[in-house]
């Protein structure tokens, strides 16, 4: 049958009375890719874990990603002009972690040098760095959309991306 989602629970609301709770669980079916988005303030690296990162165009090479407005990292960020986008590798799992933790400095042991144009934080073990200038930041709700022009980019050429679904991590595996 045409429609059909299985024997799941399907729940059907008017606009604007979508349950928080049940909304987020339908979200975190959807998996996103895991990056540390970072920034200077001032001579302080900054930096946020980040799963709404999104590329946005081509030409000119632009990407974005949603922070919360209540976030004091956002913050912190939001003054500076430019971020680098570090796409985490599976294996960077401690990483990611880290720097949720307010019982180290989440930069220890990072290897970060300064991004080629903006001078963000890039880690070199990462599997892609994405470096950008602010271009634009818009209201998304809750959240603010920040779109970056892409003046820079390195990559590794082996590793898996960090994968979060369902609230946990992961990894992605090709299929043959």
Same mark, same amino acid.
Request: hydrophobic content about 40%.
């Given at each position: 049958?045409?429609?059909?989602?299985?024997?799941?629970?399907?729940?059907?609301?008017?606009?604007?009375?979508?349950?928080?709770?049940?909304?987020?669980?339908?979200?975190?079916?959807?998996?996103?890719?895991?990056?540390?988005?970072?920034?200077?303030?001032?001579?302080?690296?900054?930096?946020?874990?980040?799963?709404s990162f999104v590329s946005v165009?081509?030409?000119?090479?632009?990407?974005?990603?949603?922070?919360?407005?209540?976030?004091?990292?956002?913050?912190?960020?939001?003054?500076?002009?430019? %971020?680098? !986008? +570090?796409?985490?590798?599976?294996?960077?799992?401690?990483?990611? +972690?880290?720097?949720?933790?307010?019982?180290?400095?989440?930069?220890?042991?990072?290897?970060?040098?300064?991004?080629? !144009?903006?001078?963000?934080?890039?880690?070199?073990?990462?599997?892609?760095?994405?470096?950008?200038?602010?271009?634009?930041?818009?209201?998304?709700?809750?959240?603010? %959309?920040?779109?970056?022009?892409? !003046?820079?980019?390195?990559?590794?050429?082996?590793?898996?991306?960090?994968?979060?679904?369902?609230?946990?991590?992961?990894?992605?595996?090709?299929?043959?």
């Amino acid at each position: 049958m045409a429609g059909d989602r299985g024997s799941g629970d399907v729940a059907e609301k008017a606009v604007g009375e979508i349950d928080g709770d049940l909304y987020r669980k339908v979200l975190g079916r959807y998996p996103t890719g895991v990056t540390l988005v970072t920034a200077m303030d001032g001579e302080d690296p900054v930096a946020m874990v980040i799963g709404s990162f999104v590329s946005v165009s081509m030409d000119p090479p632009l990407v974005g990603f949603l922070p919360g407005k209540e976030s004091y990292t956002w913050g912190r960020m939001s003054s500076s002009k430019g %971020f680098c !986008v +570090n796409v985490l590798s599976d294996t960077q799992t401690d990483l990611s +972690n880290a720097f949720f933790r307010k019982d180290s400095d989440p930069w220890e042991g990072s290897g970060w040098q300064p991004a080629e !144009v903006t001078g963000s934080p890039a880690i070199p073990s990462c599997l892609a760095s994405i470096d950008c200038m602010v271009r634009e930041v818009v209201d998304a709700g809750d959240h603010w %959309f920040v779109m970056g022009e892409v !003046v820079a980019v390195s990559h590794v050429d082996e590793g898996s991306p960090l994968v979060f679904l369902g609230g946990k991590y992961g990894n992605y595996r090709a299929h043959d």
